[in-house]
T-cell receptor, first 114, second 117 residues
Framework: QQQVKQSPQSLIVQKGGISIINCAYE??????FPWYQQFPGKGPALLIA?????SEKKEGRFTISFNKSAKQFSLHIMDSQPGDSATYFC?????????????FGRGTQLTVWP | NAGVTQTPKFRVLKTGQSMTLLCAQD?????MYWYRQDPGMGLRLIHY???????AKGEVPDGYNVSRLKKQNFLLGLESAAPSQTSVYFC????????????????FGPGTRLTVL
């Protein structure tokens, strides 16, 4: 059973536009929600993360919005640039667990056209 | 610091052959993970380790074995490769940061692209 559901699978955005990727989860024990960015031929790397005690976290052009009651969170990329073209993974984990596992969504391939 | 390194970068196997993928990290992390990445399937956890000498099954462990004899190394073995194991394999490592601000940032290696014919 997939623990974290991510959509869309692919996304094409014009340069300067807003990219939005959505994720949903069911396990109410999850309390840490990171987003990873992966460029072609590279391993994923942490982009930004949020804990459920806040509803939004912003770092530069990247913003996570979190809706605890709906068990959903999303990544917004403002003023999208061709250099943002990559695959984005949302993830979730239970910080109370000693296993340290992250449960990943299936990924969104973002293409930003110049 | 090299971070997380993986050996080899590419490999082609014939069905039934065996091989070992090596992951090494120089960050003194306790936790290490092996994932496989397939188109449209995201990152699926194969096996993981919460410390030297320990291993545990992830969501897709069949056909794979692992060993963590040294803290810095995590080996993934394929005893009898099958075409279904054609994939890109990623190793990751992390330390759990405890307390109220705890989080688990996983650091990934560059991947191994494996093709099984």
């Amino acid at each position: 059973q997939q623990q974290v559901k991510q959509s869309p699978q692919s996304l094409i955005v014009q340069k300067g536009g807003i990219s939005i990727i959505n994720c949903a989860y069911e396990n109410t024990a999850f309390d840490y929600f990171p987003w990873y960015q992966q460029f072609p031929g590279k391993g994923p790397a942490l982009l930004i993360a949020i804990r459920p005690d806040v509803s939004e976290k912003k770092e530069g052009r990247f913003t996570i919005s979190f809706n605890k009651s709906a068990k959903q969170f999303s990544l917004h990329i403002m003023d999208s640039q061709p250099g943002d073209s990559a695959t984005y993974f949302c993830a979730a984990s239970d910080r109370g667990s000693t296993l340290g596992r992250l449960y990943f969504g299936r990924g969104t391939q973002l293409t930003v056209w110049p | 610091n090299a971070g997380v390194t993986q050996t080899p970068k590419f490999r082609v196997l014939k069905t039934g052959q065996s091989m070992t993928l090596l992951c090494a990290q120089d960050m003194n992390h306790e936790y290490m993970y092996w994932y496989r990445q397939d188109p449209g399937m995201g990152l699926r956890l194969i096996h993981y380790s919460v410390g030297e000498g320990t291993t545990a099954k992830g969501e897709v462990p069949d056909g794979y074995n692992v060993s963590r004899l040294k803290k810095q190394n995590f080996l993934l073995g394929l005893e009898s490769a099958a075409p279904s194991q054609t994939s890109v394999y990623f190793c990751a490592s992390s330390n759990l940061v405890g307390g109220a601000s705890s989080y688990n940032e996983q650091f990934f290696g560059p991947g191994t692209r494996l093709t099984v014919l």
